[in-house]
């Protein structure tokens, strides 16, 4: 069939409709087989809508029209694929033909009537139709025409006896002159940034969320980084990252407290003997947090891959909505934008949440005397409903036992 329906793909089970979010082709456009030609939002993620055959773009859902799953965004017609590669030069016969436009003889419905810029035109100069004669076809006042036309000249008024002097008016008030521009900039807000705003706004609400903090001494996995990380870059090809570390602590700490790693459901509490652990991105439509699944399985090695590729999808918005659902716990590093310090708020239906900030070096206490140690600031995030206070200051010390001990953890004693 010459026309193919574009129709808006299932992006999960418990999606039934999606928004459009920006076509990145033009109606009218040629596009390609597979070719990205629209991008696609749900309350969880962007994603690509792909083109399934190559031809000429017809866009019938527009920005933000809110779609169901299985409805037709867009066709193609593609016998049109590579039309305007064929296109051949106009015959002699019709070339010739084109110039050729009759002007009808004599006085016709056009005759004396200007054209909308004409008449635009001739009102500003004042300047009346009897007096132009049209250029155009029948007699049609033309631009041209009224661009040409001389306004009439005013008549000279007689002299007027001279009037007493007015009295000078008031000078008005002086506005000081604002320096810089004053533009004021509006874009649709994303399906996807709505309903972060309002999970965001919800968890404030319906939990009763605390925060607790402790401090982390760096310096051994510092140290750790600095021996092996050539040799771990030239093994598995990719930089040894302070995340694989943080990751591996808190999966290990995560089965030593199971409720830190639990969740409300109903009038039930549920925990679980694995953890999926997930991890804040920053992508250009928003924060994502993709999950890795069984990290309390994995070796830091392995983290470390799967943090590489799930941040890689989420830079080029490929992250699927599977690889963004079912997280038990989540790490959020504010570090490396420079925050030294915050709250961070609950991912839902997650009990808790792990806040990095940046390594700074500060003077601490070691055995007695005062040394300059890399320093970073550690901040949990729980729900008190299912978490209390020692179960949370004890899980986030664990984590900095594990940090400042990495043998430790390594050895998992």
Same mark, same amino acid.
């Given at each position: 069939?010459?026309?193919?329906?574009?129709?808006?793909?299932?992006?999960?089970?418990?999606?039934?409709?999606?928004?459009?979010?920006?076509?990145?082709?033009?109606?009218?456009?040629?596009?390609?087989?597979?070719?990205?030609?629209?991008?696609?939002?749900?309350?969880?993620?962007?994603?690509?809508?792909?083109?399934?055959?190559?031809?000429?773009?017809?866009?019938?859902?527009?920005?933000?029209?809110?779609?169901?799953?299985?409805?037709?965004?867009?066709?193609?017609?593609?016998?049109?694929?590579?039309?305007?590669?064929?296109? !051949?030069?106009?015959?002699?016969?019709?070339?010739?033909?084109?110039?050729?436009?009759?002007?009808?003889?004599?006085?016709?419905?056009?005759?004396?009537?200007?054209?909308?810029?004409?008449?635009?035109?001739?009102?500003? @100069?004042?300047?009346?139709?009897?007096?132009?004669?049209?250029?155009?076809?029948?007699?049609?006042?033309?631009?041209?025409?009224?661009?040409?036309?001389?306004?009439?000249?005013?008549?000279?008024?007689?002299?007027?006896?001279?009037?007493?002097?007015?009295?000078?008016?008031?000078?008005?008030?002086?506005?000081?002159?604002?320096?810089?521009?004053?533009?004021?900039?509006?874009?649709?807000?994303?399906?996807?940034?709505? @309903?972060?705003?309002?999970?965001?706004?919800?968890?404030?609400?319906?939990?009763?969320?605390? !925060?607790?903090?402790?401090?982390?001494?760096?310096?051994?996995?510092?140290?750790?980084?600095?021996?092996?990380?050539?040799?771990?870059?030239?093994?598995?090809?990719?930089? $040894?990252?302070?995340?694989?570390?943080?990751? @591996?602590?808190?999966?290990?700490?995560?089965?030593?407290?199971?409720?830190?790693?639990?969740?409300?459901?109903?009038?039930?509490?549920?925990?679980?003997?694995?953890?999926?652990?997930?991890?804040?991105?920053?992508?250009?439509?928003?924060?994502?947090?993709?999950?890795?699944?069984?990290?309390?399985?994995?070796?830091?090695?392995?983290?470390?891959?799967?943090? $590489?590729?799930?941040?890689?999808?989420?830079?080029?918005?490929? $992250?699927?909505?599977?690889?963004?659902?079912?997280?038990?716990?989540?790490?959020?590093?504010?570090?490396?934008?420079?925050?030294?310090?915050?709250?961070?708020?609950?991912?839902?239906?997650?009990?808790?949440?792990?806040?990095?900030?940046?390594?700074?070096?500060?003077?601490?206490?070691?055995?007695?005397?005062?040394?300059?140690?890399?320093?970073?600031?550690?901040?949990?995030?729980?729900?008190?409903?299912?978490?209390?206070?020692?179960?949370?200051?004890?899980?986030?010390?664990?984590? @900095?036992?594990?940090?400042?001990?990495?043998?430790?953890?390594?050895?998992?004693?």
């Amino acid at each position: 069939m010459p026309i193919i329906d574009v129709k808006i793909p299932s992006p999960g089970e418990s999606i039934t409709e999606v928004e459009i979010g920006n076509w990145l082709k033009a109606d009218g456009d040629q596009v390609e087989v597979d070719e990205t030609i629209c991008e696609i939002e749900t309350d969880k993620a962007t994603l690509p809508l792909v083109a399934e055959a190559a031809g000429a773009l017809k866009i019938l859902l527009q920005n933000g029209e809110v779609a169901s799953v299985g409805a037709v965004a867009a066709q193609i017609d593609t016998d049109a694929a590579g039309a305007s590669a064929g296109a !051949t030069e106009p015959a002699p016969e019709a070339e010739a033909a084109a110039p050729k436009a009759p002007t009808p003889a004599g006085d016709s419905y056009a005759s004396g009537h200007p054209s909308p810029a004409a008449a635009k035109l001739m009102a500003e @100069k004042g300047v009346d139709a009897a007096s132009i004669s049209g250029s155009g076809p029948g007699g049609r006042i033309t631009k041209q025409d009224a661009q040409s036309a001389e306004p009439p000249q005013p008549s000279t008024p007689s002299p007027e006896p001279a009037a007493a002097p007015a009295a000078a008016p008031a000078e008005p008030a002086v506005t000081p002159a604002i320096a810089g521009g004053r533009n004021q900039n509006r874009e649709r807000m994303s399906r996807l940034r709505r @309903k972060l705003s309002e999970r965001l706004v919800a968890v404030k609400n319906e939990t009763a969320m605390l !925060t607790t903090f402790n401090e982390v001494d760096m310096k051994a996995v510092f140290d750790l980084r600095s021996t092996y990380k050539d040799k771990f870059e030239k093994k598995h090809g990719l930089r $040894l990252g302070f995340m694989g570390f943080f990751v @591996k602590a808190c999966s290990q700490a995560l089965m030593e407290f199971p409720l830190v790693n639990g969740q409300i459901s109903g009038d039930e509490i549920v925990t679980f003997d694995y953890v999926d652990m997930g991890i804040a991105v920053s992508a250009p439509k928003g924060l994502m947090v993709p999950v890795i699944r069984n990290a309390e399985s994995l070796s830091i090695p392995e983290i470390e891959t799967e943090i $590489l590729r799930l941040a890689k999808r989420a830079r080029e918005n490929k $992250l699927s909505i599977e690889e963004m659902e079912g997280g038990t716990f989540s790490i959020t590093n504010g570090g490396v934008f420079g925050s030294m310090l915050s709250t961070p708020i609950l991912n839902p239906p997650q009990s808790a949440i792990l806040g990095m900030h940046n390594i700074v070096e500060r003077p601490i206490a070691v055995n007695g005397e005062v040394a300059i140690r890399p320093v970073m600031y550690l901040a949990l995030s729980y729900d008190h409903r299912i978490i209390d206070g020692q179960q949370s200051v004890s899980f986030l010390f664990r984590v @900095k036992e594990y940090l400042e001990n990495p043998a430790r953890m390594l050895l998992s004693v």
